[in-house]
């Protein structure tokens, strides 16, 4: 296999790890959560560092995922939007507009940057809320497109050791490093056993956040109530 795959999404502006995580969150809530979409900074930073259906897990804070979002609004891939009556700004994502690209490829795209490399059977199985694809015949289709782009946006990787289905990753962040990626998704899934009591507070401090939100969204719901009381 190759360690290292050519192709670089824009050399002169790759994407950061935080960035592709934010952009991928913004992607992928739009369509599972489309009544809370935009997001507020504190619903994207549930989402980035949410357990399930991310790899690699991670921990990023307020400070740090607000300056992300700044970067990719500066690069047009985000906008910030303040909304009449709300206390907070809502941020929603570009990519549509930006790449030209449907809801298919969107969807795609987004499970790779959230999710790492993958075949298109994964990659099928893992979309469903996002785009229901009905064939895997499908999903390589919509991989291609993003393959010919120009700059491209995915690159198909060659066939591991005893396997026999390709794997596909996203261009984002540029070249993708095979042996890294591998090497990070096996530390991973080692540690998990390990990291009972770690994940246990995350989703506690998940729990708190999602409390949070619903206490605000009580209280604008009866601040609203109040002017036609």
């Not at 994964?122 to 785009?131: A, V, W």
């Not at 990626?181 to 401090?205: F, H, K, N, P």
Request: glycine fraction near 8%.
């Amino acid at each position: 296999m190759q360690d290292d795959i050519p192709g670089s999404f824009d050399p002169a502006s790759d994407l950061d790890p935080n960035e592709i995580r934010v952009l991928g969150v913004l992607a992928e809530k739009e369509a599972l959560t489309p009544d809370n979409y935009p997001m507020s900074l504190n619903a994207v930073m549930n989402g980035c560092n949410q357990l399930s259906s991310r790899d690699p897990v991670m921990q990023l804070s307020e400070d740090v995922v607000h300056d992300t979002l700044q970067r990719l609004m500066q690069r047009k891939l985000v906008n910030g939007i303040a909304q009449a009556g709300a206390r907070v700004i809502k941020y929603e994502h570009r990519m549509r507009i930006k790449w030209t690209l449907e809801q298919d490829k969107v969807a795609v795209l987004a499970v790779l940057m959230l999710r790492g490399l993958q075949t298109a059977g994964e990659i099928r199985s893992r979309t469903g809320r996002l785009h229901e694809f009905k064939s895997v015949a499908e999903v390589e289709s919509v991989l291609q497109f993003l393959i010919d782009k120009y700059p491209p946006l995915v690159a198909r990787l060659e066939r591991a050791p005893g396997t026999k289905e390709y794997r596909y990753g996203q261009l984002l962040g540029g070249p993708i490093d095979v042996a890294r990626m591998d090497a990070g998704g096996a530390a991973s899934g080692g540690s998990s056993s390990g990291s009972t009591g770690a994940r246990v507070a995350q989703l506690e401090q998940e729990v708190a956040a999602l409390r949070s939100e619903v206490d605000e969204l009580k209280a604008q719901f009866a601040a609203f109530r109040q002017q036609f009381e």
